[in-house]
């Protein structure tokens, strides 16, 4: 585009705020409008693998995440009782680092501020109330009153989208797969440089993730009923519970877990938008268009993926139509891939029966997988 845009984003967590960045440093006028009253994060750390480093680095702000977080490059595996059975280096796309763990709010900080730099506005405590799309233009009026004529508007507005229902109504309604994530936040042992993931015959894994100098996080999947919720005064004993055929690191991390109220439950859905995630000048991206489990922990990877191609689509052409449908082209198929190879990784993991597709998959691995997400998106 050689005229400036304008631009809402519905939603100000980690693909949207990618976006904001990579679209006001470009001269396009972006609004987010962002539901909760600050860009805080909820929830522990997040892994940034060298897809999301790249794009980091292409909006400016790979050196704060680097800053704010843990560097490391190799994955241990190790079996049940905490034996090393493998060290696996991490690949690299192009001159990004191979992994940073880090923590979500600091994260969040650098994004903001990323943002706020570069020139975009960010709306709090609104959300979409009137949306019109006359082919032209989106006439949108928010929650706070208000109002704006806009060339696009991009839902990041996560795996629960009020823009995704807007547009499809229920028919693409968050699937729960059946498995839940615990995660707590602990401080760093010395010996995890890098992610050290415990699995084996359990049907479950344990992962232990570095995030800062100080900090690490202990993560872990199991199967849960949908209406299981932890007891708020026992979830540390209930994890420990479900980690009891874990020796070596995992055991150690665990004796450390004593507060309830640190434990953060997740159920792990999963949605796919089968129709173009495309209408009109309306579009929606990250989880809120393809969100999967975190199995290869291409979450967030794919949604700061989704804003950058989305930018370098929209140089492309003078015409916003022609952007969009370039742009998903572009993304479908990995965004696709991605999340059909992470569900069967959990059901590999967690010893669930899987199709001959999955099994068609799982032939790649994770250390495939690895190499395959660090090819150009």
Partial sequence: MTSPLRVLIHGGGIGG?????????????????????????????????SNALHVMRE????????????????????????????????????????????????????LSAAATAAGASVRFGATIAEL???GQGVDVTLTDGHSGRYDLVVGFDGIGSPLRKRLYGDVYAPEY??????RVTLPRSPEVQGVVMSAGNLKA????????????????????????????ERAHEQLAERLAGFGGPVAEAL???????????????????EEPWHVGRVVLAGDAAHASTPHLAQGAAMAV????????????????????????????PRAMW?????????????????????????????PGAAHVLVKPY
């Fill in 177 to 182: 797969t059946g498995f839940a994530n615990w």
């Fill in 205 to 232: 894994k344990a992962l232990l993730t570095p995030i800062t100098e100080e900090l690490m996080y202990l993560g872990s999947v199991f199967a849960e009923a949908e209406d299981f919720r932890p007891d708020p």
């Fill in 338 to 366: 991605v999340q059909a190879m992470s569900r069967a990784v959990l059901k590999q993991e967690t010893g669930t029966p899987t199709t001959p597709e999955e099994d068609e998959l799982l032939k790649v691995g994770i």
């Fill in 305 to 332: 993926e989704d804003a950058l191609v989305l930018a370098e689509s929209l140089d492309a052409t003078e015409d916003v139509a022609a952007a969009l449908a370039a742009w998903e082209e572009r993304r479908r």
């Fill in 59 to 110: 909006i400016g702000v790979l050196d704060a995440c680097l800053a704010a977080g843990f560097e490391w490059e190799v994955l241990t595996i190790c079996d049940p009782a905490g034996t090393t059975l493998a060290k696996i280096p991490q690949p690299r796309m192009g001159d990004a680092p191979s992994n940073n763990g880090i923590p979500r709010p600091a994260l969040a900080g650098v």
């Fill in 132 to 134: 019109a799309d006359d």
């Fill in 255 to 273: 004796t450390l877990v004593t507060d309830p109220s640190a434990v953060v439950y997740s159920r792990i859905s999963q949605v796919t938008v």
């Fill in 17 to 49: 705020l990618t976006l904001a960045t990579a679209l006001a440093r470009r001269g396009h006028q972006v609004d987010v409008a962002e539901l909760r009253d600050e860009l805080e994060a909820l929830g522990v750390g997040i892994i940034q693998p």
